[in-house]
């Protein structure tokens, strides 16, 4: 997979593609990554990528000509066909479609990503309209420029492709993951003490030392109970959804004694605030 990346910053990346995962990727021969100056493809004196907002307002604007001849200059396929040729030109912008899991899961099939990172007050809009396949945010916030996000859509992708992480279900079993039934068949690795998280937060971990400060690793963890162990994992994923992101609860892949569960913890909390405000 190859991903290719226009800033006005391409220092910005000298060292986030030195460490880790993406390290053992790119060396590995699993991940191509190529970073593009924006200046580059300009044509004055003073390399100028950035202009007034038409209208009036604050901020710079990118302009739409160094963006464009920096992606016709990568050889893509033409817009129309870029899909079924799995390739993908990306807008990092706030105005974007809120970035997910799901998205990089879909990303992940792609063999060509080009990542487009906006800076000042915004990018222009024929930009979004003419050049671009999606126009994508990570996240309810405004940052300085699209660098980061750059980062984070790489990483949130590339850990996905076979054999980057050292073990595939690495990617599958963790927070907003696919349910039980849309993950690979385990077919002969005996029972599982994990579920598939069916878009929900993951469960707690815990590791050596079994007593720390004066908290202990919950017994059900050393029992050797497969199935009751998937069991209590489950009910704290859904107990710290429901504490941190209750949002996921409403398109959480939940079965009949997952829901009775939570119906417990809800009925728990409304008992404990009427407690409260007596």
């Keep these: 997979m190859r991903f290719d990346i226009i800033t006005i910053f391409p220092g910005f990346f000298a060292g986030i593609f030195e460490h880790g995962v993406i390290k053992r990727a790119i060396q ?45 200059h990568l050889e893509l396929a033409p817009r129309q066909e870029r899909r079924v040729k799995g390739q993908t030109v990306i807008l990092l912008s706030a105005q974007g479609k809120r970035y997910s899991q799901a998205m990089a899961r879909e990303l992940a ?66 927070s907003f993951g696919l349910a039980d ?37 919950p017994e059900v963890l050393s029992s050797g109970n497969h199935e009751q162990i998937r069991r209590w994992r489950r009910q704290q994923a859904i107990r710290k959804t429901l504490r941190n992101r209750p949002d996921l609860l409403q398109t959480a892949a939940l079965s009949t004694e997952d829901r009775s569960y939570l119906r417990t913890l809800e009925l728990h909390a409304e008992g404990a605030q009427s407690k409260d405000s007596v």
């Design 109 to 174: 099939q792609n063999s060509r990503v080009v990542l487009l990172c906006g800076r000042y007050e915004g990018v222009d809009e024929r930009v979004s309209e003419l050049i671009a396949d999606q126009e994508l945010s990570i996240g309810d916030y405004v940052l300085s420029g699209g660098e980061l996000a750059a980062a984070v859509v790489l990483d949130t992708t590339m850990r996905l492709l076979p054999g980057v992480l050292g073990n595939q279900a690495s990617s599958e079993y963790e």
């Design 28 to 72: 590995g021969g699993l991940l191509e990554v190529a970073v593009h100056d924006l200046r580059e493809f300009t044509h004055d004196r003073h390399r100028t990528v950035d202009d007034r907002p038409f209208g009036g307002g604050e901020g710079m604007v990118l302009k739409p000509e160094p963006l464009a001849e920096a992606v016709e």
């Design 181 to 217: 039934g849309l993950l690979e068949s385990k077919t002969g690795e005996g029972v599982s003490s994990i579920h598939g998280a069916g878009g929900l937060l993951d469960y707690p971990h815990y590791t050596r030392p079994a007593e720390f400060r004066g908290l202990t690793v």
